[in-house]
């Protein structure tokens, strides 16, 4: 089965612009989540879609994060104005069930806010 | 607060001998704790998942244990491959639809 994949995979923008992150997760994975490390320090959970609803958002920073996914498939997290704090690996799992189930990465999108 | 913590950010051992990593918890009561990979410009990889009730979990080179009294889980690699180098993280779920946080990963080195 194809895996998780993230696009880009990195991303150079400044300081006030706009940037829309895309992940594809497993087919028929319903659970769709957003993680980021930023500067080093351990993945920060952000928010969890079950399908096309947000089942969980409090890891989201602030409202400059608008995070969608339109018909349960794909997913876009869109970042707007970008601070230079965004810098960081953002990255998308997915997973079967969510409970008890591992969450498949795929490999990050590595955004830089000059 | 809830905290996770991985015993050391950088291990270096021999090749041959077993790699012991360590996570603790605290004000934290998972239903099941899991454990990644994860390489350089990667994505994390899902190594082992290890439920509440269970003590012990095998695969392969590797075993997982879980002591929700000490709230500790022990990951260890036997006969430890220079492969084998990468960062390896913990992970902790408390029940269904709860979101799944992450240890901040130590970073094995096997040398040959």
């Known amino acids: 089965e194809a895996g998780v994949t993230q696009f880009p995979s990195h991303s150079v923008i400044e300081k006030g612009q706009t940037v829309t992150l895309r992940c594809d997760p497993i087919?028929?994975?319903?659970?769709l989540y957003w993680y980021r490390r930023v500067m080093g320090k351990e993945i920060k959970f952000l928010l969890h879609?079950?399908?096309?609803?947000?089942?969980?958002e409090s890891g989201m920073p602030n409202n400059r994060f608008l995070a969608e996914r339109t018909g349960g498939t794909y997913s876009t997290l869109k970042v707007q104005p970008a601070e230079l704090e965004d810098s960081g690996v953002y990255f998308c799992?997915?997973?079967?069930?969510?409970?008890?189930?591992?969450?498949?990465f795929g490999n990050g999108t590595r955004l830089t806010v000059t | 607060s809830q905290k996770i913590e991985q015993n050391s950010e950088a291990l270096n051992i021999q090749e041959g001998k077993t790699a012991t990593l360590t996570c603790n918890y605290t004000?934290?009561?998972?239903?099941?704790l899991q454990w990644y990979r994860q390489d350089p410009g990667r994505g994390p990889v899902f190594l082992l998942l290890i439920r509440e009730n269970e003590k012990e979990k095998r695969k392969e080179r590797l075993k997982v244990t879980f002591d929700t009294t000490l709230k500790q889980s022990l990951f260890h690699i036997t006969a430890s491959q220079p492969a084998d180098s990468a960062t390896y993280l913990c992970a902790l779920d408390r029940s269904s639809a709860s979101k799944i946080i992450f240890g901040s990963g130590t970073r094995l080195s096997i040398r040959p």
């Open positions: 879609f079950v399908k096309e609803s947000k089942q969980d």
């Open positions: 799992a997915s997973s079967h069930s969510s409970y008890n189930s591992p969450l498949h």
């Open positions: 087919s028929g994975h319903d659970n």
């Open positions: 004000n934290y009561s998972p239903a099941y």
